[in-house]
């Protein structure tokens, strides 16, 4: 192993995109740091062009980059999710000594955190598995990131954190999210939150194209206005910028040239599988993620255009709605469906966090969301207010600031609905949520026939309304009720 005299505060293993640019803002902000990839030539890569930026220590074994990095020793891994990280963590665990911390910054399922921290846990180490959002550029300039792992691992390593975070008035956008696989699974759901965010925007567009008959300059300008209200957030601004593109080539709107399938990596459908697995009705997330994979559903689709009766149509004109009002529905539907997605992702973060015991302070999620995150957003300092008023809400939607917001969106958004299904454009997520808020309401749910059903067929039994216990009827014998 070759020494160094002068020691890397912290090591980044895996420098493709992501990797590269979280080194170079680390050395940015004047950390000495190690560098690894598999390929030397990567490392290279960066050495010969962004080596000036700041003090690197470039290694071609993971022994050398090992010995370059300073007591306790910190490494990030930033490399593919699934074995390619398991193959990493073995190599650095194997050159690692008792006490040094291996940080796992890919967007690991957050099951494979807990494992993975248990058994680099039972070697002396300490793993941390830290969820960092803001695609390349929030690597390179200020993500938010998410860690997970023993808190006496966060003493060594949120001062670092901090360096390289986003910054919103004041407060790095980092901070210790709970214990093993916290970090990752707040990442999920984040991204899960992501999803429903785009989707709701998507159907707003839909609408303004296929419904208001608008154009993707006029629907741009429309998001330009809406980013300076409620809806300002990093998603709406890029929104417009997609919208204003035109292909250089045709003259024709990028958006219109862009094959309308929608890829997925699988945060998404990780924050849906765990939500159904804790039970907790994410509908907006799960509706956002079947959205794009029916997109993706070419032949069905293919099949199905101009083949699928649509019923009788209609048009805004037709049905007697102006535009300018239509418009403005359309942004308090999208903000009613946005909400309803934050508090759903919020409530599944406190059933994951109540399983396993992570202790995690929705307050800070509001927090470090606010910048440098894909969903970053304004309306995500108003969550924070609504926890900190009250840190047990029952749902978001009862906090008194969003039930103010609320009783001035629901006309409109029951409008939208209304609307949207009489022109046959679909909205799944404005939909459900709208039908999720009026189950959340409403006094009586048709549960109850559900019950009589799994009593009729299964013997399931009941409860009742006026008294203690579980009860059968004798569906199959002379109908009298026995409590079981
Ligand atoms: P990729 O996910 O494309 O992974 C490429 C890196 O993994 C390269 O450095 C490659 O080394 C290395 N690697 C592979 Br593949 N197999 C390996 C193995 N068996 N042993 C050692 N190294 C191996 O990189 P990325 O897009 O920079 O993302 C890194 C992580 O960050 C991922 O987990 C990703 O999910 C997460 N993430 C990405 C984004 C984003 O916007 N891209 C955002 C947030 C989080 P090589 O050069 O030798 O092939």
Redesign the pocket.
């Known amino acids: 192993m070759t020494e160094h005299s002068n020691l890397a505060q912290i090591g980044v293993v895996?420098?493709?995109?992501?990797?590269s640019n979280l080194a170079r803002n680390f050395a940015r902000k004047g950390h000495t740091v190690a560098l690894y990839?598999?390929?030397f030539s990567?490392t290279q890569d960066l050495m010969d062009n962004h080596g000036s930026e700041g003090n690197f220590i470039p290694a071609e074994t993971i022994e050398d980059f090992v010995a370059s990095l300073e007591k306790p020793r910190r490494a990030i891994i930033?490399?593919?999710?699934g074995?390619?990280?398991d193959?990493?963590i073995n190599q650095l665990a194997d050159a690692m000594e008792e006490g040094d911390i291996i940080i796992d910054?890919?967007?690991?399922l957050y099951t494979d955190t807990v494992r993975r921290e248990k058994e680099i846990a039972e070697r002396g180490l300490n793993f941390v598995g830290a969820g960092?959002?803001g695609?390349?550029e929030g690597?390179l300039n200020g993500p938010s990131i998410m860690p997970g792992g023993p808190a006496k691992s966060w003493e060594a390593l949120g001062p670092l954190l901090e360096s390289i975070a986003a910054e919103v008035d004041g407060t790095a956008c980092v901070t210790h999210i709970g214990p093993d696989g916290a970090g990752h699974f707040v990442k999920m759901v984040h991204n899960g939150i992501e999803y429903a965010d785009m989707q709701v925007i998507g159907e707003a567009y839909q609408l303004l194209r296929y419904g208001a008959g608008m154009n993707p300059a006029e629907i741009a300008d429309v998001f330009r206005t809406w980013n300076e209200g409620d809806l300002d957030s990093y998603l709406i601004e890029i929104t417009a910028e997609v919208l204003s593109q035109v292909d250089a080539e045709t003259g024709v709107p990028l958006i219109d040239l862009i094959v309308d399938s929608a890829g997925q990596?699988g945060t998404g459908r990780w924050t849906v599988k765990a939500a159904l697995d804790l039970g907790i009705p994410v509908t907006g997330i799960g509706e956002a993620v079947f959205a794009r994979a029916l997109s993706g559903a070419r032949a069905q689709r293919e099949a199905a255009i101009g083949n699928l009766p649509s019923g009788e149509l209609s048009s805004l004109d037709a049905l007697g709605v102006d535009r300018e009002t239509f418009v403005e529905d359309v942004r308090r539907a999208l903000y009613a469906s946005k909400l309803v997605a934050y508090a759903q992702g919020f409530d599944e973060i406190k059933a994951g966090s109540d399983e396993h015991g992570w202790n995690v302070d929705p307050r800070d999620l509001a927090t470090i969301w606010r910048g440098g995150c894909i969903i970053r957003a304004k309306f995500l300092n108003r969550i924070r207010e609504a926890y900190d008023a009250n840190p047990e809400l029952a749902t978001l939607l009862l906090d008194p600031y969003f039930k103010s917001e609320l009783a001035s969106l629901i006309d409109s958004w029951r409008r939208v609905v209304i609307v949207a299904t009489q022109i046959g454009q679909p909205i799944p997520v404005f939909a459900s949520s709208l039908s999720y808020y009026d189950s959340l309401r409403a006094k009586r749910l048709p549960a109850a026939l559900i019950q009589g059903q799994r009593d009729f067929f299964g013997a399931h039994t009941y409860g009742r309304v006026d008294k203690e216990g579980a009860f059968h009827t004798l569906w199959s014998g002379d109908r009298t009720e026995i409590q079981v």
């Open positions: 895996g420098l493709a995109v992501m990797g990839n598999r390929s990567k930033m490399v593919q999710a074995a390619a990280t193959a990493v910054g890919g967007n690991a960092i959002s695609g390349e690597a990596k």
